[in-house]
């Protein structure tokens, strides 16, 4: 069975004794793939990917930073103001991309990460989980279902 853990159990787990600090430029936790699509850059990586990434429209390093990305070259942002709003960036849009807002913030992209790690593991087990996690992503927030931007199964 799937479960939305805690941002701050999620992180005790990942990084003991470091807890899930609000995300910044320079944090200090090290690059973790927390699932096949959710890969936390270490500061350095994540600035980067922020300032080398040709997506003119973005405005990244002025109104985001890229501070995750994916297995296949596309990035999870983060707003530069002080609401830790997520957004996803599809590198096959190449220079033309824009941030996608998904509706959560920094913690809730932590607890959809780890969600994402809990559906891996058991379809690598052959269960079919993907409508329970719908339902618990649709719990993280409402609408995530339907703007997330990968398929499930």
């Known amino acids: 069975m799937l479960?939305?853990?805690?941002?701050?159990?999620i992180a005790e787990r990942l990084w003991p004794g470091t807890g899930w600090p609000?995300?910044?430029?320079g944090h200090g936790l090290p690059r973790?793939?927390?699932?096949?699509?959710?890969?936390?850059l270490?500061?350095?990586?994540?600035?980067e990917e922020t300032w080398g990434r040709?997506?003119?429209?973005?405005?990244?390093?002025?109104d985001w930073w890229v501070f995750a990305c994916s297995g296949t070259g596309d990035a999870w942002l983060l707003?530069?103001?002080q609401q830790q709003t997520i957004a996803f960036l599809d590198h096959d849009a190449g220079p033309d991309a824009l941030?996608?807002?998904?509706g959560i913030d920094a913690g809730q992209w932590l607890q959809l990460a780890d969600l994402m790690a809990q559906l891996e593991a058991a379809q690598d087990q052959g269960l079919e989980l993907e409508p329970q996690a719908r339902v618990l992503m649709a719990q993280l927030a409402p609408g995530l279902?339907?703007?997330y931007p990968y398929t499930l199964a």
Request: glycine share 4%.
């Open 99 to 102: 941030p996608r807002l998904l």
């Open 42 to 47: 270490d500061h350095l990586e994540a600035a």
């Open 32 to 40: 973790t793939e927390i699932a096949g699509d959710f890969v936390l």
């Open 3 to 9: 479960a939305l853990q805690t941002p701050a159990a």
């Open 54 to 62: 040709d997506a003119p429209l973005a405005n990244l390093g002025q």
């Open 79 to 81: 707003s530069r103001d």
């Open 22 to 25: 609000a995300l910044m430029p």
């Open 145 to 147: 279902p339907t703007c």
